[in-house]
């Protein structure tokens, strides 16, 4: 689907997090918010996916406005899909049951779920560990958990905040190779936050910099590299590197 944010502003308490940020995201985009710690991109993400009411501007989704001034849809209306970096799974379910969770409290039938479950399981090459509990996976695999369950929610749509920061530099690799192949298959969008230069550039059809609650530039990976429009953005892109 596609994303829309038209002068969106938030604060908590006299801090403006949100500083009347527009953004245009295509379907089919894989849009990287890419910033420093602490600029808003959670915040940002967050009412995307319904989890923050905002208080100026309008959130659209393929056009219908899913939030706005006093206006707010709930999050399990609004069809996207959402990765943390903690990847809050549940420690006393089973992986399939944690697939499932969201379908369930969504009301889906038994055997809905169930299809699904296994669907989304095989997308993320994990059929054989329904059953297993959280804790006796890895990493990596407990990642591609938190993305099956995202997928089964999604309809194509995810929202990624920072899902790979807590990884080892080996399977954070291996981690971007997969989520590219996913997004490439599904065909849906994805919003992926990170405060990574290198994974932005790595992922990237369309990169917005944030910098202190206000999106400074967005392009290409390559126009941003080779035409950054200020020195903040010069800055942050090329620091890293
Ligand atoms: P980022 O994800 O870029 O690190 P966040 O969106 O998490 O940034 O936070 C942006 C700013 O908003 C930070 O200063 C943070 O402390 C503040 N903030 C975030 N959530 C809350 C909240 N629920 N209450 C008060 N302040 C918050
Ligand atoms: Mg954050």
Redesign the pocket.
Known sequence: MSIRLDAVSKS?GD?K?LNDVSLSIEDGTFFVVL?P????????LRTIAGLEPIDAGEVLLDGRKVAGERFHVPPEQRQVGVVFQSYALWPHLSVAGNVAFPLEAAGKGRSVVSARVDDCLETVALSEFGQRKPAELSGGQRQRVALARCLAQGAGTVLMDEPLANLDPHLRGVMEEELSSFHRASGGTTLFITHDQREAMALADKVAVMWDGKILQVDDPDTLYRRPMSKEVAGFIGRST
């Open positions: 908590f801090h997090v910033g710690s602490g600029c808003g991109k959670s915040t940002l």
